[in-house]
């Protein structure tokens, strides 16, 4: 089993959709976790961290499943400018130096 | 805002050379990363370093070495370029390793082509 696995996508919306990732995790000791989006040849840039809680920016919002190992993100209102691959990141112990990137689900969001 | 900055964008280089490619963050952070990305492939990590002077290798460090001789400055080096070193590479930083919501903070990256 991978360390992170996400949704295998691609994910073709309409705008104003709502649309959920879901990414995995193996490592159980894992408490750090990350969604970034990543442009087509850019560098991936931080959209949120992961709160156990469960985190809202926006119409972003992060759900963390500990008993399951999975996070989430969800996307409400999608906008054109939401045309991403979005990442899991996951950062077992010791923290800030090792991070687990998930493969990367690609979203669409056509006009 | 963090800022981590690559030298070059992209650059063109021939089998054989020597290339250095700089990264420097202005964060004070301790820890400092390099990654290739590649299609298909995601994000590999080639070296990190958690503190000046000390390095570890990554998952594909084959081919690669680095310099960390400032905390801000973080330099990997391809002692001899090969066309498999084609890619995409990319420095980023983060905070503490102590910290649990220190994320990784990514340079725009260096488009690298060994002809």
């Known amino acids: 089993r991978k360390e992170v696995e996400q949704d295998p996508g691609p994910f073709n919306v309409p705008e104003g959709a709502t649309v959920a990732f879901n990414c995995t995790y193996s490592?159980?000791?894992?408490?750090?976790f990350f969604w970034y989006r990543q442009d087509c040849r850019k560098e991936p840039k931080l959209l949120m961290s992961?709160?156990?809680s469960g985190n809202e920016d926006g119409r972003f919002t992060a759900q963390l499943n500990r008993a399951s190992q999975y996070i989430s993100l969800l996307i409400r209102d999608s906008k054109l400018s939401d045309s991403a691959t979005y990442l899991c990141?996951?950062?077992?112990?010791?923290?800030?130096?090792?991070?687990?990137f998930g493969p990367g689900t690609r979203l669409s969001v056509l006009p | 805002d963090v800022k981590v900055t690559q030298s070059s964008r992209y650059l063109v280089k021939r089998t054989g050379e020597k290339v250095f490619l700089e990264c420097v963050q202005d964060?004070?952070?301790?820890?400092m990363f390099w990654y290739r990305q590649d299609p298909g492939l995601g994000l590999r990590l080639i070296y990190f370093?958690?503190?000046?002077?000390?390095?570890e290798k990554g998952d594909i460090p084959e081919g690669y070495s680095v310099s960390r001789e400032k905390k801000e400055r973080f330099s990997l080096i391809l002692e001899s370029a090969s066309t498999n070193q084609t890619s995409m590479y990319l420095c980023?930083?983060?905070?503490?390793?102590?910290?649990?919501?220190?994320?990784?903070?990514f340079g725009n990256g260096t488009r690298l082509t060994v002809t």
């Open positions: 370093s958690y503190d000046v002077k000390m390095k």
């Open positions: 490592n159980s000791a894992s408490q750090s």
């Open positions: 964060m004070d952070h301790e820890n």
């Open positions: 992961v709160y156990s």
């Open positions: 990141v996951v950062n077992p112990p010791p923290y800030g130096q090792n991070f687990v």
């Open positions: 980023a930083s983060s905070h503490s390793r102590t910290g649990i919501y220190s994320p990784l903070h």
